[in-house]
Every structure is written in structure tokens, then in C-alpha cells.
């Protein structure tokens, strides 16, 4: 039944062709039909399109497939070849002599940085903060971006953007804030969790929850004085799981 209203969707929505091929493609792959799936995946390549083929969902349902490894494998070299890019917003009036509060702001899954800035925006991240855009090098289109899990590649140059920005800025270190939309905020958890980087706390909007945030790791994080805020609506689909963290 899906299938039938995804293929009829596919066809009559060509502006939605990404989202709408991706899913599709989902769907044939567990309907088995792998073949249509991979077929699917070949054109919208061809068109700049990339469909996360290192998902490891779709490395072991097709772990014998030549086919399929070829599309990934092309996947991956275009992917070595992608960085992440960040935009920092200075406040008004900077001056070089002031320290100032940081933010890091995470989009979300098929978002880009100009999407970011339209969203997290107020008067006081305009006078009072240094604000730092951070883009995923994983493209979900020609210009949006997906965040995934447990990734050495984004740590590792998100690592370098970070010291980046407290090296080069007058940054009260003490005053260190990351956000994140959705996938953004699942990202801003790991790190925040992992203790990838001194941080003093995280604000989230509607995120995704990691499963192996451990109980040591929360207390861990409350020892060390954090703060966790989280925006969200009565009606989003992880919100128990929001909740659940909150609690814990």
C-alpha cells in the first residue's frame, strides 16, 4: 500500500524529486524489490542527488549486491571529497577586547547553513553572542545536508572549526552553548555527552534522542554543572523520548 502511494507521489510531485526518490527507494528495498530500488538510485545520482548508501540498513540488506556497492562506493568518494563548512555571525558592535558567549548552531537533516540563520534568530544572539553556523559535509541534495550518527569525519573537523573559533575570537570559555535542530540536535547530544569538547550547555529544538546516552555520562554532565534546555511541541514524534532524557 505504500508503495502504491509513494510511486503515485514520485510521479506527480517532480519538484519534491529527492525526498520522494529517496523514500521510494526505501520502499522497494524492503519490498525487496532491489532491483527497482538500486535503478532509482542510479538516476538520482546522475541528477546530484545522494541518498546515504553508508546507512548501515542498506549495507546489509544488500551486502552481496555488486550493484549496489558500486553506487556506494561512488557515494563514499564523493563524500572524502565534501567538508564541513561553518559561517560565524559576529555581535553588533563587536569589540576585540570584550569576551563573549558562543553558540554553535546545528541544523537539521536536509537543511543548509542560509536555513539555519533564517531560524535561530533573536535580538540577543544578535547584540551579545558570537554565533557559528556549522553544514554537514553529507549531502542530501546539490545544497542540503544530513547529519549521521557516531561519525569520526564530523567530529574530527568540527573539532578543528571549534578551536578555530576559541583561538581566533575573544570567547568567554565559560560560556560555550551548542544548538541543534532535529538531527542537529541528536549530533549536539553525542557531543555534548561524549565530552568531545568543553561545553557549558546545549539548547535543542524538537531533537532526536541518542539510545546510548548512559546513566554515567548524565551524571557525569550534571557534576560538571551543564545546563540542557528543549524547545519542543506536544504533538512531536520523539517527545517521549525528549522527556525521558529530561527526567533521567
Not at 99 to 128: A, C, T
Not at 180 to 194: P, R
Not at 206 to 217: G, L, M, N, T, Y
Request: hydrophobic share 35%; net charge positive.
Amino acid at each position: 500500500s505504500a508503495l502504491i502511494v509513494m510511486e503515485y507521489a514520485f510521479e506527480k510531485f517532480p519538484e519534491e524529486y529527492q525526498q520522494s526518490s529517496a523514500l521510494l527507494a526505501y520502499l522497494y528495498m524492503r519490498a525487496n524489490k532491489d532491483s527497482k530500488a538500486i535503478k532509482l538510485w542510479k538516476s538520482g545520482m546522475k541528477k546530484g542527488y545522494n541518498y546515504q548508501l553508508i546507512n548501515p540498513v542498506y549495507s546489509e540488506h544488500f551486502a552481496d549486491n555488486k550493484d549496489f556497492k558500486k553506487l556506494q562506493n561512488k557515494e563514499i568518494a564523493k563524500l572524502k571529497k565534501s567538508h564541513i563548512k561553518h559561517e560565524i555571525i559576529l555581535p553588533s558592535n563587536y569589540n576585540s577586547s570584550k569576551l563573549y558567549p558562543v553558540l554553535f548552531i546545528f541544523h537539521g537533516n536536509n537543511r543548509n547553513i542560509e536555513e539555519s540563520k533564517k531560524s535561530w534568530l533573536s535580538q540577543g544572539m544578535n547584540d551579545d553572542y558570537i554565533s557559528v553556523f556549522v553544514q554537514s559535509y553529507i549531502h542530501a541534495s546539490k545544497t542540503h545536508y544530513r547529519w549521521t550518527t557516531n561519525d569520526e569525519k564530523t567530529e574530527n573537523e568540527f573539532k578543528d572549526i571549534y578551536n578555530e573559533i576559541l583561538t581566533s575570537y575573544p570567547v568567554d570559555t565559560s560560556k560555550v552553548l551548542f544548538s541543534g535542530m532535529s538531527a542537529g540536535g541528536h549530533l549536539v547530544l553525542e557531543l555534548a555527552f561524549k565530552e568531545f569538547v568543553p561545553i557549558s550547555g546545549v539548547i535543542l529544538n524538537c531533537p532526536v534522542i541518542p539510545r546510548e546516552i548512559s546513566d554515567e555520562q548524565i551524571k557525569q554532565f550534571i557534576a560538571t554543572d551543564k545546563r540542557i534546555g528543549i524547545i519542543t511541541g506536544e504533538n512531536d514524534f520523539a517527545l517521549a523520548n525528549q522527556k525521558s532524557l529530561i527526567t533521567r
